[in-house]
């Protein structure tokens, strides 16, 4: 049987195709796909970012933001973004009005934080973060992130807690112990720095030199006052010294300085208008770097201006390890009279701040030098001592020191000292 032969059939197909036709026609063209959600569009925007597509991330948040103005989940996306840029004030702008619309947005407080200490402000990053770990109490991070800040800002006592806090919180042994050995403690005494809390210090110091046989004993008086600033600090010292019947004074300006991550200089200039116990003048230069996991390296060199120029050159290795330093040093003064020296020391930090220690040194040293009748010898030395620093109080301290030298050429002699701190 064929349509033709069957006009009912042959009706039901027409009948059939004009509804297919129909059908097509009322059909869209192409399948509308549904429209990206907010979501979708800012996880977009993050990978655009972390790729390193800034500028197109920016872009997207900028007209995300004017479709959903306020919102704090984008203003906090692009607050990050701006700060990975290091467009500091707009990014600050963005997430303190995430913080002040909705303080109790931990992720708001972190994000805040990272950017006040990736611009070099760390006490106000410090202080961020201490607003994250209210909020978060039982999470290490915000601990970890504190303490970084608290040591960059200098305050080591308040960094080490907040280590020993974030271990309390979940850390690891072996992370909280890597993170102690960064609290670098100044290796100078406690006359050369600063505390974070404080913006002066004040010191005085008395030394008496005895010597084997009778040569008459020396005296020595010095004062400092040194001032903190932002990167570093500097002293104006005054020292006076008698040896041999003989007075003499100097000035000398010291400053350290902070550099770039975990490096500092130590410069020193001094001056004596007398030329006769003092050098003329004196010229110092110490740059220390730490790297790794406590460790310090150092190279100084100075210059002394006598009737002759004499250059002595210096490199040390320092190594912190819980609440102890140690450092070693190798000074070389070169020409036909030079020399070569040693220097090694031990300090204990025995209260677990920056402030108190206690600190043993030895030394030795060989060269060369003119003795009367015998021309150009060989000569020796040797060196031990002892210190004792306490600080009764963050305000003030003291420092006792005792040493013992011994040089082929010259009489043994011994030396105690006493300094006094105040610091306001």
Excluded: C
């Excluded at 990975?84 to 002040?100: C, F, I, N, P, Q």
């Excluded at 130590?266 to 003048?281: D, E, M, T």
């Excluded at 040093?329 to 220690?357: E, H, I, K, Q």
Aim: without cysteine; charged residues 20%; aromatic residues 12%.
């Amino acid at each position: 049987m064929s349509l033709r032969r069957d006009p009912s059939l042959r009706n039901f197909a027409i009948i059939a195709l004009t509804l297919l036709n129909l059908a097509l026609i009322s059909a869209p063209a192409t399948a509308q796909q549904p429209a990206p959600s907010l979501t979708e569009q800012m996880e977009q925007a993050r990978q655009l970012a972390i790729n390193g597509q800034r500028d197109a991330a920016l872009a997207l948040y900028d007209r995300l933001l004017a479709e959903h103005p306020g919102n704090g989940d984008l203003l906090l996306a692009r607050g990050r973004t701006l700060a990975w840029m290091g467009r500091w004030e707009e990014s600050e702008r963005d997430l303190r009005a995430v913080t002040e619309a909705h303080p109790r947005y931990g992720d708001a407080w972190s994000a805040l934080g990272d950017m006040y200490f990736w611009s070099d402000r760390p006490a106000k990053a410090a202080e961020t973060y201490a607003h994250w770990a209210e909020l978060e109490p039982n999470d290490s991070a915000p601990y970890v992130a504190q303490g970084r800040a608290l040591r960059d800002a200098g305050d080591y006592e308040a960094a080490s807690r907040a280590f020993k806090q974030a271990e309390q919180h979940g850390a690891t042994r072996a992370q909280v112990d890597s993170l102690m050995a960064t609290l670098q403690r100044p290796p100078s005494g406690p006359g050369d720095w600063v505390p974070q809390r404080f913006l002066w210090v004040a010191s005085g110091t008395y030394e008496h030199t005895g010597f084997q046989g009778s040569r008459v004993p020396w005296n020595d008086y010095s004062f400092s006052l040194r001032r903190r600033f932002e990167h570093g600090s500097l002293a104006l010292e005054v020292l006076r010294a008698n040896h041999f019947g003989t007075g003499d004074s100097a000035a000398a300006l010291d400053g350290y300085v902070d550099l770039w991550s975990r490096a500092y200089a130590n410069i020193r200039y001094q001056y004596a208008s007398g030329n006769s116990l003092f050098p003329h003048y004196a010229a110092r230069a110490e740059l220390f770097q730490g790297v790794g996991s406590g460790w310090e390296l150092s190279g100084s060199y100075d210059r002394l201006k006598f009737s002759d120029n004499v250059n002595i050159y210096g490199l040390g290795v320092g190594k912190y390890f819980g609440n102890y330093y140690a450092r070693v040093r190798v000074l070389r003064v070169p020409g036909t009279t030079g020399s070569t020296g040693y220097r090694a020391l031990l300090r204990n930090y025995y209260r677990g701040d920056a402030d108190s220690y206690v600190e043993v040194r030895i030394g030795s040293g060989q060269g060369n030098d003119y003795l009367p009748g015998q021309g150009l010898s060989q000569v020796s030395s040797g060196s031990a001592g002892i210190s004792w620093v306490f600080f009764p109080e963050p305000e003030w301290g003291f420092k006792l020191t005792a040493d013992y030298g011994r040089d082929s050429a010259a009489p043994n002699q011994y030396s105690v000292s006493a300094s006094i701190y105040r610091r306001w």
